[in-house]
């Protein structure tokens, strides 16, 4: 049994924007969501800015739930609030069996991590209770299930910067094989932490540059490097009948997911794009669509010498000639690399180009590479008509998810 999977709600935490309708205005203006690290002192660090959240967490919890609750989770949860209130699924005439929550998150609880860890040091007796429900990756997904008596299926995804479009991938599998009628799905990452920031400089995977507005680059030959951002993006999938029949909004339709690995080495792709060609070629063949009807590539282009670089060559091996007339660009350039919520920030901006027929840029572009040789939609966003979309994501560890979306048609 296969059936139809259409997008009937979004909702986000991004560096541009705490709704979706934020979020598609800070797209279309190409607005800079990076700016000097707040959330600790980066004094001793070799990295200073970041794409941080502008967000009260006190206007949407209490303080002693924000004491138990990781600032991932929280984000996923206020997120999750919105994408369910535009789907209009907290409704009791529902089967609340049939609808699940499947929401990755590439680190989980960082930040908590490093906090219990300070007091361990002083005494165990010191951890707090709630340090393992709070730290854990999956509890972000489980807050959600819990706050809304969602009781379809439930788990976390984790595979690196790819976590949330696996995660939109597996729900998508699930709706068309019958095991749920609709799925809150995506990814939320908050690992502006020293750890996390340490730890990804001293690998070199951050650009050292402070200057906001060079140092998110990606394409560009200039580039040095990705600046880490923080974030959540989720959507909600239904079954097109069920949608139909509540008279669901209906924002677009996922119609191909592809998955595989690169088996090549923990942090660098393989030089030859074979793994996201791969993933490229399956999600087409998924979606049943041919290369020249994509009209859209929301790409990975997290800034680094290595990505950019192999990402245009799997681009033009997978597309051929199409490639030439491809639209591509980066919309880390605004937000910064959200780590596992990538996959679901970049999901709800390909959905928000499809719908509202624009290109998003990629800002701070100003030195072509000869090997970055696509049209990346330079600095400003373009109007055009786009019927299909797709999304690309790739983690460390080699891990490859790629998503078509495309305009609904009844």
């Given amino acids: 049994m296969s059936r139809r999977v259409v997008v009937t709600g979004t909702g986000i935490l991004s560096p541009i924007g705490n709704s979706t309708q934020e979020f598609l205005d800070g797209l279309k203006s190409g607005a800079n969501g990076i700016s000097s690290i707040s959330l600790f002192d980066s004094s001793d660090f ?15 919890f209490e303080k002693r739930d924000l004491n138990r609750m990781d600032r991932f989770t929280a984000i996923a949860l206020i997120a999750s609030t919105e994408a369910v209130d535009q789907a209009k699924i907290d409704d009791d005439r529902l089967d609340k069996n049939r609808i699940g929550v499947i929401i990755g ?84 990452d908050a690992s502006i932490t020293p750890m996390a920031v340490a730890g990804f400089a001293n690998m070199k995977a951050l650009t050292k540059n402070e200057d906001i507005d060079t140092a998110n680059r990606p394409f560009d030959s200039e580039r040095d490097g990705f600046v880490m951002g923080e974030g959540a993006g989720i959507i909600v999938l239904e079954e097109l009948k069920h949608a139909q029949k509540r008279g669901a909004e209906i924002l677009g339709e996922l119609v191909g997911y592809g998955a595989t690995a690169d088996a090549h080495h923990l942090t660098m792709p393989a030089p030859d794009g074979d793994g996201a060609v791969r993933a490229m070629k399956r999600a087409m063949e998924d979606a049943s669509c041919q290369p020249e009807d994509i009209d859209y590539i929301n790409a990975h282009g997290t800034s680094t010498p290595f990505n950019d670089k192999t990402e245009t060559k799997a681009i033009k091996t997978a597309f051929g000639d199409h490639a030439k007339t491809l639209s591509v660009s980066s919309t880390k350039s605004m937000t910064g690399h959200l780590l596992g919520a990538t996959g679901g920030v970049e999901a709800i901006a390909s959905i928000l180009s499809i719908k509202n027929n624009f290109l998003p840029p990629t800002i701070h572009y100003k030195t072509p590479d000869p090997e970055c040789d696509l049209n990346y939609v330079p600095n400003i966003a373009v109007e055009k008509d786009i019927h299909y979309a797709m999304s690309n994501t790739f983690g460390f560890g080699g891990h490859n998810a790629v998503l078509v979306f495309k305009s609904f048609e009844n």
Avoid at 51 to 59: F, P, Q, R, T, V
Avoid at 120 to 131: C, D, E, I, Y
Avoid at 168 to 186: E, F, Q, T, V
């Fill in 105 to 188: 998150s590439g680190i989980g609880g960082l930040n908590t991590f490093e906090k219990q860890h300070k007091k361990l040091l002083n005494s165990p007796k010191r951890v707090s209770p709630f340090f393992i429900p709070s730290m854990i990756s999956d509890i972000a997904s489980g807050q959600v299930s819990i706050k809304y008596g969602f009781k379809g299926p439930n788990y976390c995804v984790v595979s690196a910067c790819a976590t949330a479009s696996h995660a939109i991938g597996d729900s998508l599998r699930m709706i068309k094989y019958g095991d749920a009628d609709i799925i809150i799905s995506g990814g939320s």
């Fill in 46 to 60: 070799s990295v200073h800015i970041a794409g941080e959240l502008k967000i009260n967490m006190e206007d949407h």
